[in-house]
């Protein structure tokens, strides 16, 4: 059974940091790029991150350039997010998902987590 | 940045055909995807590269894209098939971009 589960959200100051895992089983997990997707509450998606099949590619939107960074581990089937300088707009539903394709491009996501929640606030 | 715009809610009959739209520019030229997401649940990828289904999506749900409209249809919608739709694609300026979402009621 194909399977993202997430782990290590929970509340952080503002400007403080967290480090968010995504183990996944079930498939060839070097063999495809993978993203983190959040959900503010009650708020659409937002695309966060994105890393090719081999690590040797990142992406990052606007909102979060210079403050997350993303990396995995293939021979552990992990996907990582650190999260640095945090805000209250980072509040949300973080989801770890699986693309279609070798890097991130002209991809979709196939497979989502339930996702792990992290609150900004003091 | 890359935007794409959907319509904030659509109603629709038991039975009948709903079908909703996201707009961006020359969308055409890109590939689309749509996810459903019902409440507490993870989104659900019903259709991607514009009119393909992935396996298990029921043949109802069917996709489009052309010009600066990709369009989702579904038809004999089910009160199952209530919930939010998120169009999606790429732009390599951006990154991926999703809409801002169609909330579905089945009346």
């Known amino acids: 059974e194909v399977q993202l589960l997430e782990s290590g959200g929970g509340l952080a100051q503002p400007g403080g940091s967290l480090r968010l895992s995504c183990a996944a089983s079930?498939?060839?997990?070097?063999?495809?790029?993978m993203s983190w997707v959040r959900q503010a509450p009650g708020k659409g998606l937002e695309w966060v991150s994105g890393?090719?099949?081999?690590?040797?590619?990142?992406y990052y939107a606007d909102s979060v350039k210079g403050r997350f960074t993303i990396s995995r581990d293939n021979s552990n089937n992990m996907l990582f997010l650190q999260m640095d300088s945090l805000r209250g707009e980072d509040t949300a539903l973080y989801y770890c998902?699986?693309?279609?394709?070798?890097?991130?491009?002209?991809?979709?996501?196939?497979?989502w987590g339930q996702g792990t929640m992290v609150t900004v606030s003091s | 940045s890359y935007e794409l715009t959907q319509e904030l809610s659509v109603s629709v009959s038991p039975g009948q055909t709903a079908s909703f739209t996201c707009s961006g520019d020359?969308?055409?030229?890109?590939?689309v995807s749509w996810y459903q997401q019902k409440p507490g649940q993870s989104p659900v990828l019903v259709i991607y590269?514009?009119?393909k289904r992935p396996s298990g999506i029921p043949e109802r749900f069917s996709g489009s894209n052309s010009g600066n409209t990709a369009t989702l249809t579904i038809s004999g919608t089910q009160g199952m098939d209530e919930a939010d739709y998120y169009c999606?694609?790429?732009?390599?300026?951006?990154?991926?971009?999703f809409g801002s979402g169609t909330k579905v009621t089945v009346l």
């Open positions: 590269q514009d009119v």
């Open positions: 998902t699986k693309d279609q394709v070798l890097e991130p491009s002209e991809g979709e996501f196939d497979m």
């Open positions: 079930g498939f060839t997990f070097s063999r495809y790029a």
């Open positions: 020359k969308l055409g030229d890109k590939y």
């Open positions: 999606q694609a790429w732009d390599s300026t951006t990154g991926y971009v």
């Open positions: 890393i090719g099949r081999n690590g040797g590619s990142t």
